[in-house]
């Protein structure tokens, strides 16, 4: 890849302690990654969060800081732990214990895309797995920390909104009757990664633009979430998962005629979620 690992788009005056990622949007695939795959280029981008990034551009002019990562999902998953090997892949990885998303293809180096469609002939060395991993997913890592831990610094806690999409499908499934269909899943690992009046207010912010919200279900939010998410520190850390038939063609992967609508709406949560992270909007701290 010609480009840096992650982009991190700094506000002129940061003056909030929130924090916005998006880990899954990248769409840089290495020309020789397509052509040694399985998958065409436009099967092999099912997984990517596609135009999450664009969703959330506003966030600097709102005085936080964006960090996008550009390696896509399924040539490197920042949401899943550096020790996440699948051993159906990587050659001399040994099976430790049940790992559901590892067993599933879904590990740090995923060996399927969704609808689980295999990416690969067939298997990769170890070495070059770890100069996957030591390349992208350690740089990432440790500017997110980093940025978490200024935020810490200057205003005594942090917020991470980690930012996602889901496909229309993982929303539309186990609906109760009459049930009106999610479009925003918020997940904090069901209160262990975020204070509740953290959660609270910003279910309230998308609640308040006309969003459909849900909690933890389907997603309650995995690897940043688990790892960042550290109430008792001041390290707080919510998931944020829209539904990708609101602003995109899911088969083409493409926007569509309701992107902008989207975006808009979006960048009136993005100001008030800020405003959540700055001081004024005490009385919560640092718990």
Known sequence: MTRPPFTI?????????????????????????????????QSIRSSEDAFVDQLFKSVPQQGAPLLVAHAPRAFLDLNRSKDELDPALIEGVRKVGHNPRVASGLGVIPRVVANGRPIYYG????????????????????????????????????????????????????????????????????????????????????????????????????????????????????????????????TTIRPHAGFDAIQSRLTAVVAQLVNIGRPQAEPLAAE
């Open 9 to 41: 788009h700094s506000p002129k005056t940061r003056d909030s302690a929130v924090v916005f990622a998006s880990p899954h949007s990248g769409s840089q695939y290495p020309d020789w990654f397509v052509e040694a795959s399985l998958l065409d280029s």
């Open 123 to 250: 298997k990769m060395t170890r070495a070059q797995a770890h100069h996957r991993i030591d390349t992208y997913w350690r740089p990432y890592h440790a500017a997110l920390q980093g940025l978490l831990n200024e935020s810490r610094a200057t205003f005594g806690k942090a917020i991470l909104v980690d930012c996602h999409s889901m496909p229309r499908e993982a929303v539309e499934t186990g609906l109760r009757p009459g049930a009106r269909r999610p479009e925003i899943v918020l997940g904090d690992r069901f209160g262990a990664a975020s204070h509740p009046e953290i959660m609270d207010a910003v279910a309230a912010v998308f609640e308040k633009e006309g969003f459909v919200v849900a909690r933890n279900t389907p997603f309650a939010g995995a690897y940043v979430t688990q790892t960042y998410g550290r109430p008792a520190r001041g390290q707080h850390a919510i998931q944020v998962e829209i539904d990708r038939s609101l602003y995109m063609d899911e």
